[in-house]
Structures are given as structure tokens and as C-alpha cells.
Nanobody, 125 residues
Framework: VQLQASGGGLVQAGGSLRLSCAAS????????IGWFRQAPGKEHEFVAA????????ISADSVKGRFTISPDTGTNTVLLQTSRLRLEDTAVYYC???????????????????WGQGTLVTVSS
């Protein structure tokens, strides 16, 4: 499975960005997609995850009500729509794939099977 994250950039606090994770490769539909972020000097932090059919989603408390995750099966892409961004949302955002049988572990980065490169989100005051 190959993952390509995009959509990061510089945005003012209170603004929005839409991050995309494009998936490809054999059997990528057997894997669900999660987003993590990593701020300088910190560990990976779980952000949100979703199943390709959209029936199951889970988000971190820190982003609930501000970030929305959704699948676009037509383009094999998972979108992370961010809004009301805060300074503390500044980080490199990564998308990752976890086999569907491990869905109960989606909050744990070490359980993921494939990772894309990161996309940097910088929130300024």
C-alpha cells in the first residue's frame, strides 16, 4: 500500500486546511486510514481514523468538533478537513494504513502497517 499525503501549509489561527491522503497499491481497500501528527520534540499523536465505507470513525478529543475525516472512494482518498485551527495544531501530519482486522487499535501508531510521508501544517497567530 502506498500513501501520499498533501494539503499542508501556513494558515492563521482560526483558519482551515483540507488534508488529503491518496491510497494505492494492491489490496489497499483491506486497510483503514488514520491520521497522526507530530509536533517538534513530541511523539506521534493520534488525530482521527475512518473505515473506507465511512461507517466507523474515531477522533481525538483535541480535534472533535473542529476536524472531520471522510473517505472519497471514487478517488481512493481520505480527507481530513480541519477548521478553527489553533497554534497547538502546528505539526507534521501523517496518514497511515492499518489492516481492517486491527481496527480496535487505530489509536496506536505502532499498530499501523504503512505510512505516507508527512505534510506540514503551520498555524500562525
Amino acid at each position: 500500500v502506498q500513501l501520499q499525503a498533501s494539503g499542508g501549509g501556513l494558515v492563521q489561527a482560526g483558519g482551515s486546511l483540507r488534508l488529503s491522503c491518496a491510497a494505492s497499491g494492491r489490496a489497499f481497500s483491506d486497510y483503514e486510514i488514520g491520521w497522526f501528527r507530530q509536533a517538534p520534540g513530541k511523539e506521534h499523536e493520534f488525530v482521527a481514523a475512518i473505515t473506507w465505507d465511512g461507517r466507523n470513525t474515531i477522533s481525538a478529543d483535541s480535534v472533535k468538533g473542529r476536524f472531520t475525516i471522510s473517505p472519497d472512494t471514487g478517488t481512493n482518498t481520505v480527507l481530513l478537513q480541519t477548521s478553527r485551527l489553533r497554534l497547538e495544531d502546528t505539526a507534521v501530519y501523517y496518514c497511515a494504513a492499518i489492516h481492517t482486522t486491527k481496527w480496535r487499535w487505530v489509536r496506536y501508531s505502532q499498530k499501523y502497517d504503512f505510512w505516507g510521508q508527512g505534510t506540514l501544517v503551520t498555524v500562525s497567530s
